[in-house]
């Protein structure tokens, strides 16, 4: 990020504007990744002429950054129109798309539509590991002709790299080929739970061993003494774990400059944050930002509000989500995937993977088997000691 | 310069008022900018139909109280400025069919707030 962007992004912050936003035109998807959040079922989404309508209130309430993602945005029939739409409302318009669809007509579209970046999703250079987290058979090849295409149009493109147990070995290969195509590279070794709150595809998660290694490699970190360094110990003798300025600061940009609106309406902090604010079905988009009782909440909570963290040595220099956080059942809870990275970058455990070690080393409390001459209150005692 | 110029905003742009500032991004290159006062008057007003020299008169010299000859040199020389950078086109004819892109979170009637 340009340093004019980012003293953009701290005058939006301090004038109370969604500087961005990410729209979801659909969940329809014509891949089926191992590790997706989504349910790729059609629940009713937005018709062209209501999200005109929200991208006219997203302009007028000042998002300057629209990123149109999905599902599959390209399988939207009326795409290129909502596109066009944005265009005409001036918004720097980035892209999220598996690419698949894609061929050099498209591509000239884009690049006609002024699109600043596509990002699209590579799993690996090598067509069975990516076709397989797919599950589409060729969806390598015509991901990578895609790129070409966009490429030959002069658009900039940005191979998003996502890391799981399937492709962990694999991204020194999908660099190779970012950087042979032409194209930018990031890596997100982050897999989410699924948006209903199924957490069974957190098992495709890297393991600790490989993210410290991953964390280690200084073709990607750079320095890695000083990208893994311990966080600073604090000197100051006030009994706070960091300084006050520390103890203030925000947690992430979900909800203060950035939202996210689902396919259906949904008007949410975050894509990663799925708690919802209102719906732009029902209400304007500025009504929604500015006066709703949940985004007021997120927007209240900072680092000397989380019982947790703010006791972490990791507290002011953590990747935590609160998005994670609330989908680990509390806002101003820890993310243990963020705990786990910080673990694994410094080699030190956070506040909450040390409580969690010490509450799985307590002696394990013996279920009594109940007997018909106990008492009511008595049940009630036996079940909360069973549940800790 | 002694011809008539007509000024109209790109259509290759991102842009968006800030507060009480308009943040430009040019379809070349990405590259980010935000305009000063004088710049954001020019370009609200670069709708390709309107002369230059209009603009000055109407726009410049009201809002910045200075003379107009100083100030169609001052404009032209910004004009050709935004231009370099992607965000103006500039023409001796009216620019047909421009601008292509609405000013979403401005009131156009609404009178600029500008400080020297």
């Not at chain 1, 774990?241 to 947690?251: F, I, N, Q, T, V």
């Not at chain 1, 990747?319 to 101003?332: D, Q, S, V, Y």
């Not at chain 2, 670069?46 to 107009?68: H, K, N, S, Y």
């Amino acid at each position: 990020m340009s340093a004019l962007l980012r003293e953009m992004g701290e005058r939006a912050l301090q004038l109370g504007v969604p500087f961005s936003a990410q729209l979801d035109l659909t969940y329809r998807c014509n891949e089926q990744c191992v590790h997706c959040y989504l349910d790729h079922d059609d629940h009713g989404e937005m018709t062209t002429a209501e999200i005109k309508r929200l991208l006219k209130e997203m302009a007028e309430a000042g998002v300057f950054i629209l990123t149109f993602s999905g599902g599959e945005i390209f399988l939207r029939k009326d795409f290129f129109e909502i596109l066009e739409c944005a265009r005409s409302l001036t918004f720097c318009i980035k892209l999220k798309t598996n690419a698949v669809l894609i061929r050099e007509a498209q591509a000239a579209r884009l690049r006609d539509l002024v699109v600043e970046s596509i990002q699209i999703s590579i799993y690996s250079h090598r067509p069975e590991v990516h076709d397989a987290i797919t599950k589409v058979p060729g969806s390598l090849r015509r991901s990578i002709d895609a790129i070409r295409f966009l490429k030959s149009q002069g658009l900039k493109v940005i191979l998003a790299n996502v890391l799981m147990t399937e492709n962990m070995q694999d991204y020194h290969g999908v660099r190779a080929l970012a950087d042979e195509l032409g194209a930018e590279y990031t890596l997100d070794p982050t897999i989410t739970p699924k948006m209903d709150g199924d957490r069974s595809i957190l098992d495709l998660n890297a393991g600790e061993t490989a993210l410290r290694h991953l964390f280690r490699d200084e073709l990607l970190v750079g320095n890695a003494d000083e990208f893994c360094a311990p966080p600073p110990v604090r000197q100051e003798h006030d009994g706070q774990a960091h300084s006050a300025e520390s103890m203030d600061s925000l947690p992430c940009s979900a909800g203060h400059t950035a939202c996210y609106v689902s396919p259906y309406g949904e008007f949410y902090p975050c894509v990663q944050f799925p708690l919802s604010c209102g719906n732009v079905r029902q209400q304007r988009f500025i009504d929604i930002w500015r006066n709703s009782e949940q985004l007021k909440e997120v927007r209240s909570i900072r680092l000397r509000d989380m019982s947790s963290c703010s006791q972490c040595a990791h507290g002011s220099t953590c990747t935590r989500c609160p998005g994670l956080a609330f989908m680990e059942g509390n806002m101003r809870g820890p993310s243990t995937a963020d705990c786990e990275k910080s673990h694994a970058r410094t080699g030190i455990p956070s506040a909450n993977l040390l409580a969690k070690k010490e509450s799985r080393s307590m002696p394990r409390l013996v279920q009594i088997q109940i007997v018909p001459a106990i008492t009511g209150s008595r049940l009630s005692g036996i079940a909360a000691h069973q549940s800790l | 310069m002694s011809k008539k110029l007509y000024i109209a905003r790109s259509p290759r742009i991102a842009a968006r008022m800030l507060g009480e500032e308009m943040l430009v991004m040019s379809g070349q290159g990405s590259t980010l900018f935000t305009l000063n006062p004088t710049a954001t008057v020019l370009w609200r007003a670069a709708d390709g139909a309107t002369p230059l020299e209009e603009i000055v008169g109407r726009r410049i010299c009201t809002e910045f109280e200075v003379q107009p000859e100083e100030a169609l040199r001052d404009a032209e020389a910004l004009a050709e400025d935004l231009a370099n950078h992607g965000i103006l086109l500039i023409s001796e004819e009216p620019i047909s069919g421009q601008p292509t892109t609405q000013e979403a979170n401005s009131k156009p009637d609404a009178p600029v707030q500008v400080t020297r």
